[in-house]
C-alpha cells in the first residue's frame, strides 16, 4: 500500500511539474506589441483686448453750455479667446463730470456731432461722464456675464461711439472747472465662464 501512494505521489509531482512547463512554455511564447501616440501638445489661449485711440478719446478746452464732441473709439480682441468686455469711467472730480452728459452708442454709421443721431444703438447715457469711484458705462467689469457686457470673437473689433455734451442749462457755478476721465476697458474670457 504504500508503494501505491508513493507511486501516486510521483505521479502528481510529475503532473504538476508538466504542468509548471507547459504554462511557462506558453508565458515565453506570447506575442506582443506597443503603439505610441506622441505630440499632445496643450497650448492656452490669450485674452488681449486693444483700443485705438489708446488716448484721449473725448476732449474740448473751452466747453460752453450747449458745445459737444464725438469721437469714435476701435475696441478689438487681439487674443486667440472670445471675450467679453465692460468699461468704467473714473474722473479726477464729480462736480464736472456730473454736469457732463456721456452717450456711447453702437453701429454709428458716421461718428460725428452730425451723424452720431441718425442711427445706433444707445449702450450707455446720456449720463454723468463718469466718477472718482468709477462708474460702469458699458457693463460690469465683474465676473461673469452682466448685462450690458460687450463680446468680441477672437481676432475681432467693433466701433462704439462716444458723444460728451454741456447741457445748455449749465450754470456760472461750472465755470473754469477741468474733469478728466480714465475708460478702463476690462475684458475676461467667455469660455467656461458662464
Known sequence: MEKTLTGKLIATVMVVALLAAVLTLTALTLFTDTQSVPGNTFTTGTVDISTSPTSALVTFSGMAPN???VNPITVSNAGTLQLRYAVTSTTTENTLAAQ???TIK???TTCTTGGFDTDGTVLYGPADLGSTAGTNVVGNPAQGSQAGDRTLNAAAGEVLCV????PSSTGNTFQGLTSTATFAFQAEQTSSNP
Request: glycine content about 8%; hydrophobic content about 45%; cysteine-free.
Open 106 to 108: 453702437s453701429g454709428v
Open 163 to 166: 458723444k460728451v455734451s454741456l
Open 100 to 102: 457732463l452728459d456721456m
Open 67 to 69: 458745445d459737444q464732441v
